[in-house]
C-alpha cells in the first residue's frame, strides 16, 4: 500500500514553544491530507483538510492560529502547534488518500507539553 | 460530527472464537466503508473496506457484512487470535478523492489464549 511517513514519532516540548510535524506521501502524490487528533483511549477526531498550494479547512471547534498547517507540495504537509499548552498534548496524525477509495495513515506523533 | 456509531466499546475473545464489532451510520451520502487496526502508538492501519453495492467482504479471516437499508455494517474476525488483540474503528466517506473519513468511537478487542 501507499506509504505516509510522519516526524518526528515523539516529541516533549515546554509550554508556550511551538512545535512542527512533518507529514510526507513518500511514493504519491497528495493534493490533499488530513490531519486527526486523537487522545487516549478516544476516538481520532479530524482536525482539518489540508490543500496543496491553498488555505487548510477546520473542522468546528479547531483554532487555526493554533494549528498552523502548510501543504506547500504535493507530498508534504506540515502542521505547526503554536504557544503550546499542556492541554494540546494529544496524539496527532496524517492521513492522505491516493485516490477515491483507501486512506493511509502517518505512524502518529505523541505530543507531550510540559 | 459523531456519525458513527461504533459497539461494543470492548470485546473480550477466547482465542479461535468470533470477534463481532458493530457500526451504524447515518449519512445516506456515505459509500465507503472502511476498518482499521491500531496498535498503541500507531497510526491505524486498514484492514479491509467495503462499498454498498455489495453485502459482504472477505479478506482471510476478516469480513465485513453490509446492510445498506439498515444503515449498518460490522466486522467479523474468524478464527481470533492473540495477535489481533487491538482497537478496531469504522469508519464511514463518501468514497472521493479528498474526502476524509469519520471514525466510530472504537472497540479494544482482547483475545485471551
Redesign the interface.
Same mark, same amino acid.
Given at each position: 500500500g501507499a506509504v505516509v511517513s510522519q516526524h518526528p514519532s515523539r516529541v516533549i516540548c515546554k509550554s508556550g514553544t511551538s512545535v512542527k510535524i512533518e507529514c510526507r506521501s513518500l511514493d504519491f502524490q497528495a493534493t490533499t491530507m488530513f490531519w486527526y487528533r486523537q487522545f487516549p483511549k478516544q476516538s481520532l477526531m479530524l482536525m482539518a483538510t489540508s490543500n496543496e498550494g491553498s488555505k487548510a479547512t477546520y473542522e468546528q471547534g479547531v483554532e487555526k492560529d493554533k494549528f498552523l498547517i502548510n501543504h506547500a507540495s504535493l507530498t508534504l504537509s506540515t502542521l505547526t502547534v503554536t504557544s503550546a499548552h499542556p492541554e494540546d498534548s494529544s496524539f496527532y496524525i496524517c492521513s492522505a488518500r491516493p485516490g477515491s477509495e483507501k486512506l493511509f495513515f502517518g505512524s502518529g506523533t505523541q505530543l507531550s507539553v510540559l | 460530527?459523531q456519525q458513527v456509531k461504533q459497539s461494543p466499546q470492548s470485546l473480550i475473545v477466547q482465542k479461535g472464537g468470533i470477534s463481532i464489532i458493530n457500526c451504524a451510520y447515518e449519512n445516506t451520502a456515505f459509500d465507503?466503508f &472502511?476498518w482499521?487496526q491500531q496498535f498503541p502508538?500507531?497510526? &491505524? @492501519?486498514?484492514l479491509i473496506?467495503i462499498r454498498p453495492d455489495v453485502s459482504e467482504k472477505k479478506e482471510g479471516r476478516f469480513t465485513i457484512s453490509f446492510n445498506k437499508s439498515a444503515k449498518q455494517f460490522s466486522l467479523h474476525i474468524m478464527d481470533s487470535q492473540p495477535g489481533d488483540s487491538a482497537t478496531y !474503528?469504522c469508519?464511514a466517506?463518501r468514497?472521493? @478523492?479528498?474526502? @476524509?473519513?469519520? !471514525?466510530?468511537?472504537?472497540t479494544?478487542l482482547s483475545v485471551s489464549s
Open positions: - | 460530527q465507503y &472502511p482499521y502508538g500507531k497510526g &491505524p @492501519a486498514l473496506a !474503528f469508519a466517506s468514497g472521493q @478523492a479528498g474526502t @476524509a473519513l469519520i !471514525f466510530g468511537k472504537g479494544t
